[in-house]
Nanobody, 114 residues
């Protein structure tokens, strides 16, 4: 079992920055990848960014060049640095971890005002 606890998020003006963090506990040795999804009102959940245990990253086209995902060497915490935020980035952001199954955080609201 893996438990994920998110922190960060909030309200920011367009062009601003926010940082999300996700702390993993439990069977962290089994984690292969961690990342973030987001879900805006009335829309499907979409992948934002992912990082593997080997450090490979992948981003949604809509956030490339603006968001950066990182993970500490002990695979305990993953961060999502979000810069140049846009109103369309407004969503609930969910941390997830892939081990033998997928685990999800509780969700963090990010609101970007125009």
């Amino acid at each position: 079992q893996v438990q994920l606890v998110e922190s960060g998020g909030g309200l920011v003006q367009a062009g601003g920055s926010l940082r999300l963090s996700c702390a993993a506990s439990g069977s962290i040795f089994s984690i292969n990848a961690m990342g973030w999804y987001r879900q805006a009102p009335g829309k499907q959940r979409e992948l934002v960014a992912v990082i593997t245990s080997s450090g490979r990253t992948n981003y949604a086209d809509s956030v490339k060049g603006r968001f950066t995902i990182s993970m500490d060497n002990a695979k305990i915490t993953v961060h999502l640095q979000m810069n140049s935020l846009k109103p369309e980035d407004t969503a609930v952001y969910y941390c997830y971890a892939v081990a033998t199954t997928a685990y999800w955080g509780q969700g963090s609201q990010v609101t970007v005002s125009s």
